[in-house]
């Protein structure tokens, strides 16, 4: 079956310290894959996205590495800061269409 | 939240009760989507809508039917509510398929007694 698994549920991180999420996928080929931010209470809210012939994207803080064969992006915050702490989701669509499928999220929190 | 309004924010109802969520955009997108989030299973998707009628079912569909008359608007109904439908939904909108941001809605926490 098809799977998507974010390396751990919980990650606590010193603030200017570089925060590193973990994305898998099992038995999808995406043409591109997404990450989003949620806050407690709110809807999820889009970071990035990076296609399969994209090694790296990066915007201010934030870089995603997408590597295919290893079925796996990496999400980097560098500097990360008290406000960056929040439910980080990977989602994935297998069929380029833009039905998404998202893992659970890692929740980040950044400690002053 | 990209002029996406839930209503009910937040509903009690109980087993066998139907149940209508709206949600509702100012974006004119033609892409609407709903979401049920649980914990341990992530955000997944119900139904789609890819135009006025037009709709189709998501990874979980079962015991949801949905119903879009007008651009801006997206139903989700539960024709009989039961407790493994005690959930968060969110409503989604997208301009396109394919490589489109999704913009989310502020959800709709709902429990079924």
């Known amino acids: 079956s098809q799977k998507i698994e974010q390396n751990s549920e919980a990650l606590n991180i010193q603030e200017g310290k570089t925060a590193t999420l973990t994305c898998n996928y099992t038995n999808y080929s995406p043409a591109y894959l997404q990450w989003y931010r949620q806050d407690p209470g709110r809807g999820p809210v889009f970071l990035l996205l990076i296609r399969e012939n994209e090694k790296e994207k990066r915007k201010e803080r934030l870089k995603v590495t997408f590597d295919t064969t290893l079925k796996q992006s990496l999400f980097h915050i560098t500097a990360s800061q008290p406000a960056d702490s929040a439910t980080y989701l990977c989602?994935?669509?297998?069929?380029?269409?833009?039905?998404?499928?998202f893992g659970t999220g890692t929740r980040l929190t950044v400690i002053p | 939240d990209a002029g996406i309004t839930q209503s009910p924010r937040h509903k009690v109802t109980e087993t066998g009760t139907p149940v209508t969520l709206r949600c509702h955009q100012t974006e004119n997108h033609r892409y609407m989507y709903w979401y049920r989030q649980d914990p341990g299973h992530g955000l997944r998707l119900i139904h789609y809508?890819?135009?006025?009628?037009?709709?189709d079912k998501g990874e979980v569909s079962d015991g949801y039917s949905v119903s879009r008359s007008k651009t801006e608007d997206f139903l989700l109904t539960l024709e009989s509510a039961t407790s493994s439908q005690t959930s968060v939904y969110f409503c989604a909108i997208s301009e396109s398929r394919g490589e489109e941001t999704q913009y989310f809605g502020p959800g709709t926490r709902l429990l079924v007694l």
């Open positions: 809508s890819y135009g006025v009628k037009d709709t």
């Open positions: 989602a994935l669509d297998p069929g380029g269409a833009n039905n998404l499928f």
